[in-house]
């Protein structure tokens, strides 16, 4: 009940999110660099695309600047822009791990999942795995549908990275786009308890709990983040989305 309108839910989510960071003091700064648009330092309003093109014109070969315009791209939903972006930042930091996470993440926002796993797995020293660019790699994978590939990805992520937040969140996340609500809210809990946990892992908690029903759970969560036109907004996004499933149940029902 659920499973293909939920999925392509939890899959666009999944995918606005690809992946949140910030942990330690030490992972927060490479964090907020590798996705500022998880941490929120990072929009895809036309003031910031523009503000970062016009540095990205003067200072073309600044890695900082290479991933925060491709990420600004990215938001705006100019995946393709951004993958350009990032193949030119790939020509100059050829074994820079950072370049190669911002261009996998371009890669699977334009859809392009073979390619950016290819570049996730480049980004990967098997002595010495990354957590951020296995994050990322479960990322594409649940992108392309390979959920229990995905958990697989996460769990070794989860073993170098106990208490990073992004790592849970994204394991809740995997688990919703297969309408496993239960297991989803479970890691999602996890994961809005921990340091560094963001916004947008405490509202995926509130949708994952509407998605099962309880929708005065769900509105007081959103309540805590959000105006309260965007929290009816999201209320009855959700109510479309089960109400759509409904009908769909019926429609295969007199199959």
Sequence with gaps: ??????????????????????????ASNRASMTDPIATGSITGDAGSVAQLAERYKAHPRDKVTVI????????????EQAVSVLEAGVSVFRNDIDIKIAYAKALTAAGRFDQALNV???????????????????????????????????????LLAPNEASLEANMGLSFAMTNELEKAEQHLRRAVGMRGA????????????????????????????LPPEQ????????????????????????E
Excluded: H
């Design 1 to 26: 009940m659920r499973v293909q309108t939920v999925a392509k839910s939890m899959r666009i989510v999944l995918l606005a999110g690809v992946a949140t960071l910030a942990l330690s003091a030490c």
């Design 120 to 158: 996730a797995d480049s980004a990967i020293d098997p002595t010495l795995p990354d957590w951020n660019a296995l994050l990322v790699k479960g990322a594409i994978y649940d992108q392309s549908g390979k959920n229990a590939a995905a958990r697989a990805i996460y769990t070794q992520a989860l």
């Design 68 to 79: 925060y315009y491709a990420a600004a791209l990215r938001a705006a939903g100019q995946p």
């Design 231 to 254: 929290v009816e907004a999201n209320m009855s996004y959700i109510r479309a989305l089960l109400t759509q499933q409904s009908r769909w149940d019926l429609i295969k029902g007199s």
């Design 198 to 225: 963001t916004s947008q892992i405490r509202q995926n908690l509130a949708l994952v709990i509407g998605l099962q029903g309880r929708f005065e759970d769900s509105r007081a969560l959103f309540a805590r983040e």
